[in-house]
T-cell receptor
Framework: GQNIDQPTEMTATEGAIVQINCTYQ??????LFWYQQHAGEAPTFLSY??LDGLEEKGRFSSFLSRSKGYSYLLLKELQMKDSASYLC????????????WGLGTSLAVNP | SAVISQKPSRDICQRGTSLTIQCQVD?????MFWYRQQPGQSLTLIAT?????????ESGFVIDKFPISRPNLTFSTLTVSNMSPEDSSIYLC???????????FGPGTRLTVT
């Protein structure tokens, strides 16, 4: 089957570090996306991992382990504006354009 | 990236009516998609809008209910036909730009069916 699992909610403190995990199961796999979605807004692209390892982009980093079907998004130096839903999505085999989406992790950053 | 606009941004419609949602991109794109996001749910792909040919629908979605047009490489419409309260949702269009694999989303259309 095809499935994406990520925690429903997380809470963190301003200035801290938070790691949002995502496990996936697809009939085939090409790569994994992370998107950020603020309430009432459209999702915005954060990262795309194809190869194993950590990719850093400013305060945000994304990690992928293809053998474990596992990814995480790491947010450093948290700011209040990072309060949002973080969506994990995997590309399906044979069709890079069709994404399998997780339900999203709602992150609340507290002062 | 691309600048994507959608019209209307929101609407309240009566059961049994139809609503057409427009998606306009500021540059030519090959791939355009239509998604639905119901409250508390994940994004669900409705169909891929193909320029010059019929849209490709995902399982559970049919052309009679969600007719799609794509007359050129910058514009598409999605119609939600014979609406029921279960169609209340946010409808989003997205595009792929050039050789980039990531999708860019429009601001969404919030539809409420009463």
């Amino acid at each position: 089957g095809q499935n994406i699992d990520q925690p429903t909610e997380m809470t963190a403190t301003e200035g801290a570090i938070v790691q949002i995990n995502c496990t996936y199961q697809t009939s085939g796999f090409n790569g994994l996306f992370w998107y950020q979605q603020h309430a009432g807004e459209a999702p915005t692209f954060l990262s795309y991992n194809v190869l194993d390892g950590l990719e850093e982009k400013g305060r945000f980093s994304s990690f992928l382990s293809r053998s474990k079907g596992y990814s995480y998004l790491l947010l450093k130096e948290l700011q209040m504006k990072d309060s949002a839903s973080y969506l994990c999505a995997a590309t399906n085999a044979g069709n890079n354009r069709k994404l399998i989406w997780g339900l999203g992790t709602s992150l609340a950053v507290n002062p | 990236s691309a600048v994507i606009s959608q019209k209307p941004s929101r609407d309240i419609c009566q059961r049994g009516t139809s609503l057409t949602i427009q998606c306009q991109v500021d540059s030519q794109v090959t791939m355009m998609f239509w998604y639905r996001q119901q409250p508390g749910q994940s994004l669900t792909l409705i169909a891929t809008a193909n320029q010059g040919s019929e849209a490709t629908y995902e399982s559970g979605f049919v052309i009679d209910k969600f007719p799609i047009s794509r007359p050129n490489l910058t514009f598409s419409t999605l119609t939600v036909s014979n609406m029921s309260p279960e169609d209340s949702s946010i409808y989003l269009c997205s595009v792929e730009v050039g050789s980039l694999v990531e999708q860019y989303f429009g601001p969404g259309t919030r539809l409420t069916v009463t």
